[in-house]
């Protein structure tokens, strides 16, 4: 099927662009941001090599609906959405941290804390807990980039602070911003039968200095969904949870030998596993939203992206 996984536009009054592990971001005259969602999917911090059909416009369409969701408690980037693939936004100073924050212990904490480890960025956390059980008040673990601007590393507020990486005044308001967020998903994923068990916060400054949201929100590639009927029984049976996340395609590659380690081999993603990948994607969103997907023409994306873009650009 018809994916895209790298693209080359030329915007009027184009500055740069910055390709990330999935998005790709145009500076417009430095002052607007157009980001295009790719079909590219990433795990470990390593973008595997073939794209899933719908995966961009899945993960923008998500995104682009929580930010309207959350704009009263949290103000953010987003302007308009001229393609199902794409955002526009006001150009920003990322800050160099993202907030994590964490409902239960699962993923990256559970491995973790299955290695020993009973604090984690600065965070402790008790003794006698199981992989995905509740912790008493959600905790904030963020991550910071490594040195050469690839892995995610733990990081803990005391050494955001001591290394003035974020000044204290705006680090507070990352925090207070981020436990409002994770509040009102945790909120709308109730609503819809799911538990929202953790996710990822971006942020960024304006030109004028205002703290905004930026990059994505509540998505299955920043966020970690589980199904709520059946989840006490699930842990008191020491059962897998039913999740809604991109956790599954970690699940596989770890199950074929692969975790992003140097050395390893991406396991061969076939035709029939791609299908699968993007049908499950269909139903996260379809889940996370509660409405149904409505898949965009796939016939020449570069061009359909292109056009709309153009046209919004020459409003």
Request: hydrophobic share 35%.
């Amino acid at each position: 099927m018809n994916t895209i996984t790298t693209t080359n536009f030329n915007f009027p009054n184009q500055k740069s662009v910055y390709r990330g592990k999935v998005r790709e971001v145009y500076n417009i005259n430095d002052e607007l941001l157009v980001m295009v969602a790719t079909d590219r999917l990433s795990a470990f911090d390593v973008v595997l090599p073939k794209g899933i059909p719908y995966k961009g416009q899945i993960l923008n369409q998500i995104a682009t609906k929580f930010m309207e969701l959350t704009k009263d408690i949290v103000p953010n980037w987003l302007i308009a959405t001229p393609d199902p693939n794409v955002a526009v936004g006001h150009l920003c100073e990322p800050f160099k941290v993202e907030m994590v924050i964490r409902g239960y212990l699962s993923g990256h904490a559970a491995r973790e804390y299955s290695a020993g480890k009973r604090i984690i960025c600065g965070v402790p956390m008790a003794e006698g807990l199981k992989e995905n059980d509740k912790f008493p008040i959600p905790i904030i673990t963020p991550t910071t980039k490594a040195n050469n601007g690839s892995h995610d590393e733990d990081i803990s507020r005391e050494d955001i602070l001591a290394n003035g990486i974020v000044t204290k005044d705006d680090y507070l308001i990352l925090e207070k911003y981020t436990r409002d967020l994770y509040q009102r998903g945790t909120e709308i994923a109730a609503s819809r039968g799911l538990i929202l068990v953790d996710t990822k916060y971006e942020f960024g400054k304006t030109k004028d200095g205002k703290i905004v949201l930026i990059d994505e929100i509540h998505t299955p590639d920043s966020s970690r969904y589980f199904y709520a009927d059946g989840y006490q029984d699930r842990q008191n049976n020491n059962e897998d949870q039913k999740q809604l996340s991109k956790e599954f395609v970690r699940r596989w590659l770890i199950e074929n030998g692969f975790q992003g380690q140097d050395g390893q081999q991406i396991p061969d993603m076939t035709h029939e596993y791609i299908n699968s990948v993007s049908e499950r994607y269909i139903e996260l969103y379809e889940n996370i939203l509660d409405e149904k997907f409505v898949k965009a023409d796939l016939t020449n994306i570069n061009n359909r992206i292109n056009e709309n873009v153009l046209k919004y650009l020459n409003q």
